[in-house]
């Protein structure tokens, strides 16, 4: 059986992907957020020694991937290099880790420009994107076998959406895509931990 860490459970992607994993019976499911509830471990991921500790416990390199779904705005640098350091230490080799389009400055220039309105700029680290981009760039020069997702501005529409899948920096064909359909893509990858290794993912519907 797959064993899973969701670090970010109680997100609305997760909670999607966490609940189609489930219905599967091929995944050991292990949820943890900064909040615990019924089925959610609380776990601080800006603490590495805890997060180290955790994966530790989880049975270091029987963990099948890591996957990532965090908002810790204004820390999501430090998130990165703690999660990395911590799976790096227990020995936990496969991240899937969830950022959002826009880091490589790959949309054309008039939605570039309406997102650095919005984010700000990708070249500065201060930003909303610019913290995506540094916290990408620290997985990127990891070690580990990563997948970054990079969705495409996200809806509550339903899922199930045809979509481009861009595993490259450049322009992106697509538009605005759902959390429910990030999710399905998601699932798919984690049945198929050797894909998209190394990889930097873009999502976008057609």
């Known amino acids: 059986m797959k064993k899973i860490v ?42 590495q020694a805890a997060v180290t500790a955790f994966l530790t416990a989880q049975g270091g390199s029987q963990i099948t991937a890591v996957y990532a779904n965090l908002g810790v705005h204004g820390h999501q640098v430090a998130a990165a290099k703690s999660v990395v350091n911590a799976m790096h230490a227990a020995g936990v080799n496969r991240l899937y880790w969830v950022t959002t389009a826009g880091i490589y400055g790959e949309f054309s220039k008039a939605t570039r420009e309406k997102w650095i309105d919005v984010l700000g700029d990708p070249s ?23 997948t970054l997702i990079r969705p495409s ?34 699932v798919a990858a984690l049945h198929e931990p050797q894909a998209f290794s190394r990889s930097s993912v873009a999502l976008s519907t057609k």
């Open 124 to 146: 500065d680290p201060t930003t909303y994107f610019g913290e995506q981009a540094v916290s990408a760039n620290v997985i990127e020069a990891s070690d580990l076998d990563y």
């Open 6 to 47: 969701i670090l970010g459970a109680n997100g609305n992607i997760a909670q999607f992907v966490s609940a189609a994993l489930d219905q599967t019976g091929e995944f050991e499911i292990i949820k943890t957020s900064r909040h615990a509830s019924t089925d959610v471990t609380a776990l601080d991921v800006l603490d």
């Open 153 to 186: 501005a996200l809806t509550d529409d339903a899922g199930n959406q045809a979509i481009y899948e861009q595993s490259d920096h450049e322009l992106i064909l697509g538009g605005p895509i759902s959390r429910q359909t990030v999710a399905e893509w998601l």
